[in-house]
């Protein structure tokens, strides 16, 4: 009844083409964005705030990030905790050489390292495919772990082997380190990850976007069609990086405070890998819905005991999350391996027809 | 299958609202003292990780049981949960801080390291008993965070010490190969300068075997280098799965267990036992008792244990690694005791809990008084040393059991003081602006 | 520098020869027990296409059910029938519960599917047998557990675990047991058939679930045998399953669908790692093994995209 596009007419090619062609869907990513930017600053706690949604906003930019490369040219990686590293410590240098920069411009910058680094371990992907180039990727994951202990230039050769975030403040608000405001970080990452989020959208529909699907599709009948795929796949691997390192960084810079190289383990990949999926390979919302899933289904399901009362260890609480969140992801791959941006088009269908169909 | 869809989408939804639910927790009641335990009985560290828990569970249950709390005040116990992940280890300071935490035991160097530029801000002390930042010992630079009783440079000195004692002197250390072999992690490799340092001084070769954390179970390599470098002595920073690995590989390749030294997290009894007979000579530093012949102990028996309030195993009460939670306890529950004589309340806040800590002093009498006379070396903190203590005993492995060997060794705190300062002032500068300790001394 | 990269470990190799075996001598072990590793992700990645993520895990569950039913008071030889009994259950849940329903999707789902199977068994298995590290019933079980010196040359000693020994004869015998499955009984035939193509297989009447079933209980019992093996080296833990990430190089060597494959392309990382690890190694500050066989793969690809034995990928449009 309200989803329905009837009489929404255009008029020219640029308005079919337009990132959202239908008038609710621009009304509700308005809603959505008016409750994250006022709504939820205005009544959320600093737990919510701290623990829920930056967490889910990093992963989601980690996630459109990794979607890039998986879902949208088809190349399976599994280097994306070691690609955020590279983001991270990247930062984490770039503000110890140039203290009196803003943190926000050095941790959009840092994204550039990882592109680097990330194009390096793309090369094999011109020769290599599928599960054979997924196992080269783990070669970067470890190698670079291994790296970030080892090269003690990285972290500033401090007792601690962990990278320590600094205090840093713009326009008068300290926006990183222990004393920042979860209010502040909020809008630190929740702008970063709109913006970027919004570009690589556009950037998907064009003539880049494009040339990564053709290659997704069939790589050898884009290559006849004249999309180099050296060229197409290493930039793919590049934004992608990029995306990852920015995250990355922002989780070190904004979430955690500090970080050891553990913190960007294969269990972050696999955690990326998880919500991309689950979310939907190629599908920038998707990656939003997968990271929801992964991360705030597990704080769900600790706090339902704690709601209900119920006296259970806390390591029980854990080991069922872990069961359940395994059976649900077997479930949904099940019910819809497209994952949930598919079921949120499906939902949408439904709505245009709703209440009467047929 | 359509249904199915359906149900799909009615479950996406369903756990998008309850997301969504997810309230802030009450505050808990004004009349208790409320102790966040940030434990892992899960994950790859489990195998230590939960001894630790029930031991330092079980004391503070056990003071509620018995005493009913703390000076009439009973403890509100939480446990939560990080299977030793950094990120849990954050969602779980997130969760608890609001409802009046008094002081965080991470049980993690990475999720300490997080913790210690917060726990200023939020106020709310972190306790990181014998592991952590060893340069937190630096009072006067990190007034909030205590690592009672020792440091891991007081535990690399003590080894040092005690090897130079087992060869005559200091002095006749020189020519010697030290074997150094550590999870290859900030944790491990915090003692690295520390040991540099005194291989220079006193003139040993210091070799180090590195054991990534994804390759604990599988050492092989370490160990054949180890056997083609024949060191002297093999010193240990283990945790987890690593150490029951290491004692095993160095079995095989006939290392002599007896010059075989673990850190006091390599000295659980369950990766001694991982070895048998053979490992027998295996030496691990201590500062908590070994066995259960103390008071206390026999009242968390009773009272917690055998009234199945605990998912304790009662075989490991007195094991090495309960006996260090509960340690752990002791320490937190007269950093209680203090901060409410100090501040003439009954409910404390962090704040309190901090005075507290700075101001604890376990004594030999007070230790008797508790029920564990001769459990740990008397405690004093102050303003300018948050380590309150420093010396370490040795224990060994006997096939069946560990068993005190040496008494109390004193680490060289002519070397590791100077370090320690060194090291806070280098933190606070690669940290600036770090706030300049503001907290009056209650001393 | 050159000298220490290009002189002095094979300088090293001819000074100490005794070391060198015993080098040698892991290497081979090693590679046998990541051999282990890959044949169970072998088996079902040559029947059904599905790259198995869970076998890791099923190490893990496999020796902790058999060291739990031995805690519990059963006989370990009884224990071990009851563990191959457990492994059978899962095998057909897993068909019946994961597989069946995700017939003909891609790789990744499945890839992904068997990923949330980890997941679900860490938590089922945590939940049962709690998390901490259990000591692995050599013993009991009647496998050896000495160790015997050899002399060489003056003051050289070569040692050979018996467990190690043990492990090498069993991996041999499964391999061995496992061609003669394949290639001499009905099944096995049956097995090869579906691993070609699996519509042709049906309609030859072949049913497809019964054969999947087969082989994921065939890779339970590998991991079975492989949760022995690795369980008495260190101990059955949780964190054993990330040993399992080791057999991923072995795979690319061998190629997915080889089960010599896998065991050639795990000696050569075992030997390879090893001696890298102990003659190189140091040169970067050790603890190299994390990433190397990694690396070995990832050259090694770059030459042959299709692994050593792997079935050449041709591609039309």
Redesign the interface.
């Known amino acids: 009844m309200f989803y329905r596009e009837a009489g929404q007419f255009k008029t020219s090619y640029e308005a079919d083409q337009a990132l959202f062609p239908i008038r609710q869907d621009k009304i509700g990513l308005g809603i959505i964005l008016l409750v994250a930017f006022v709504v939820i600053p205005l009544t959320a706690n600093d737990f919510f705030l701290a623990s829920v949604m930056i967490p889910f906003l990093v992963f989601s930019l980690a996630a459109i990030g990794l979607n890039v490369l998986t879902g949208f040219c088809g190349q399976l990686s599994l280097g994306t905790g070691a690609f955020m590293g590279v983001g991270a410590y990247a930062a984490y240098k770039l503000t110890t050489i140039f203290p009196d920069v803003n943190v926000i411009f050095l941790v959009l910058v840092s994204g550039f390292f990882s592109a680097a680094i990330g194009a390096i371990f793309g090369l094999p992907s011109l020769r290599i495919k599928g599960l054979y180039l997924a196992v080269t990727t783990l070669a970067a994951q470890f190698f670079l772990e291994w790296c970030f202990i080892r090269i003690g230039w990285l972290y500033n050769y401090n007792a601690s082997g962990a990278i320590e975030i600094p205090t840093r403040e713009m326009f008068g608000v300290i926006i990183s380190g222990a004393e920042a405001t979860p209010l502040a970080r909020y809008f630190v990452v929740l702008t970063i990850t709109v913006l970027i989020a919004f570009l690589i959208a556009n950037v998907l529909r064009g003539r880049i976007g494009r040339s990564w699907m053709m290659i997704r599709d069939m790589d050898i009948a884009a290559e006849l069609m004249g999309i180099r795929p050296l060229q197409t796949k290493l930039m793919a691997f590049a934004v992608s990086s990029y995306v990852c390192g920015v995250a990355g960084a922002m989780m070190v810079f904004f979430w955690l405070n500090a970080a050891e190289p553990s913190s960007y383990s294969i269990t972050l990949s696999f955690q990326i890998l998880f919500m991309v999926i689950l979310g939907g390979l190629g599908s920038v919302g998707g990656a939003f819905m997968g990271a929801a899933f992964i991360w705030i289904l597990p704080i769900v399901l600790r706090a339902i005991p704690n709601m209900l009362d119920v006296d259970i260890g806390a390591e029980t609480v854990e080991h069922l999350a872990f069961m359940v969140v395994g059976a649900l992801i077997i479930f949904f791959l099940i019910v819809e391996p497209h994952g949930f941006a598919r079921l949120w088009q499906i939902a949408k269908q439904k709505l245009r027809v709703w209440p009467f169909p047929y | 299958m359509k249904h199915l869809k359906t149900w799909a989408c009615a479950t996406a939804l369903a756990v998008g609202v309850t997301a969504g639910a997810v309230a802030p927790q009450p505050a808990q009641a004004q009349d208790t003292n409320y102790v966040p335990l940030l434990t892992y009985r899960t994950g790859p560290f489990a195998g230590s990780g939960i001894h630790i828990a029930n031991g330092m569970n079980d004391y503070l249950q056990m003071l509620n049981e018995r005493d009913g709390g703390i000076g009439g005040v009973p403890i509100a116990i939480e446990e939560c949960e990080t299977s030793y992940n950094a990120q849990k280890g954050v969602e779980c300071y997130e969760a608890t801080k609001g409802k009046g935490a008094l002081v965080y035991n991470p049980y993690s160097t990475g999720i300490t390291l997080q913790l210690i530029p917060k726990a200023s801000v939020d106020k709310i002390p972190v306790l990181s008993m014998g592991y952590g930042l060893s340069a937190a010992a630096v009072g006067d630079v990190f007034p909030w965070v205590f690592n009672v009783p020792v440091t891991y440079w007081d535990g690399a000195s003590v080894v040092i010490n005690y090897i130079a004692d087992q060869e005559g002197g200091l002095d006749s250390l020189s020519g010697k190969k030290i074997g150094y072999i550590f999870l290859d992690a900030g944790y491990g490799r915090e003692p690295i300068p520390l040991l540099e340092q005194l291989a220079e001084k006193h003139g040993f070769e210091l070799l180090q075997y590195p054991v990534p954390a994804n390759q604990m179970q599988n050492q092989s390599s370490q160990w054949l280098n180890v056997r083609r470098d024949r060191p002297d002595y093999m010193i240990m920073w283990g945790w987890g799965a690593m150490n029951p690995t290491a004692i095993k590989e160095a079995v095989k390749i006939r290392y002599p267990m007896d010059k075989f030294i673990g850190v006091w997290w390599s000295a659980g009894e369950d990766d001694a036992a991982a070895g048998g007979q053979d490992a027998a000579g295996y030496k691990a530093l201590n500062f908590s008792g070994v066995g259960m012949d103390f008071p206390a102990l026999q009242d968390i028996k009773t009272l917690v244990v055998d009234a199945g309030k605990t998912q304790t195993d009662p075989a490991s009460i007195g094991t090495t690694l309960y006996n260090r939670g509960v340690l752990n306890s002791v320490i937190i529950a007269e950093g209680i005791r203090t901060a409410q004589e100090l501040t003439g309340k009954k409910v404390i806040t962090g704040e309190d809990m901090r005075v507290g800590l700075e101001a604890l002093n376990l004594t030999q009498e007070r230790l008797a008084e508790i029920g564990l006379a001769g459990f740990a070396h008397p405690m004093k903190v102050t303003c300018e040393d948050h380590a309150g203590s420093h010396p370490v005993f040795i224990q060994e492995w006997d096939g069946e059991r560990f068993v005190k060997v040496t008494d109390w060794i004193e680490p060289m705190t002519d070397v590791v003081r100077p370090l320690l300062e060194a090291a806070a002032a280098d933190y606070a500068e690669k940290n600036a602006p770090w706030p300049e300790r503001t907290e009056a001394c209650a001393q | 520098m050159l000298y220490d990269i290009f002189v002095d470990p094979f300088v090293q190799m001819y000074q100490?020869p005794d070391?060198f075996l015993?080098?040698l001598w892991?290497g081979f072990?090693?590679g046998i027990l990541y051999a282990l590793i890959a044949l169970g992700f072998v088996l079902i990645f040559k029947a059904s296409g599905v790259?198995n993520f869970a076998q890791g895990i099923m190490v893990v569950f496999a020796g902790l059910t058999l060291v739990g039913l031995h805690e519990n008071g059963v006989p370990a030889y009884l224990a071990l029938i009851l563990t191959i009994g457990v492994m059978a259950v899962l095998a057909y849940g897993i068909e019946r519960?994961?597989m069946r329903?995700?017939v003909n999707?891609?790789?990744?789902?499945l890839?992904?599917?068997t990923?949330?199977?980890?997941?679900?068994?860490?938590?089922?298995g945590?939940?049962i047998f709690?998390?901490?590290?259990k000591?692995m019933i050599t013993e009991e079980l009647g496998l050896p557990t000495g160790?015997t010196?050899f002399e060489f040359g003056e003051r050289g000693l070569v040692?050979l675990?018996h467990i190690d020994i043990a492990a090498a004869v069993i991996a041999i015998l499964m391999v061995g047991a496992l061609a003669v499955f394949f290639n001499k009984t009905r099944i096995g035939r049956a097995l090869r058939a579906v691993a070609d193509d699996h519509q042709a297989a049906l309609s030859v009447g072949i049913s497809l679930n019964q054969i999947w079933a087969i082989v994921w209980f065939a890779a339970g019992l590998v991991a079975l045998a492989t949760g022995i093996m690795?369980g008495a080296?260190?101990?059955v833990?949780?964190?054993?399953e990330?040993?399992a990430?080791?057999a991923?190089?072995v795979?690319?060597l061998g190629g997915?669908t080889s089960i010599p494959g896998a065991i050639i392309g795990g000696l050569i990382i075992g030997f390879g790692?090893?001696i890298a690890?102990?003659y190189w190694?140091?040169l970067?500050?050790?603890?190299?093994?994390?990433?190397f066989a990694?690396?070995i793969?990832?050259i090694f690809?770059?030459f042959r995209?299709?692994?050593l034995f792997g079935e050449k990928?041709i591609?039309?449009?």
């Open positions: 100490m070391f015993q080098v892991e072990v090693a790259f519960i994961v329903p995700l999707q891609p790789d990744i789902i890839l992904m599917a990923i949330g199977l980890t997941y679900f068994l860490i938590g089922f945590e939940l709690g998390g901490e590290p000591r160790s010196a040692i675990q690795w080296r260190s101990d833990s949780f964190a054993l990330i040993i990430f080791k991923l190089p795979l690319i997915f790692e090893k690890e102990l190694g140091g970067v500050g050790g603890g190299i093994e994390s990433w990694y690396i793969a990832l690809l770059l995209p299709q692994g990928i591609e039309r449009v």
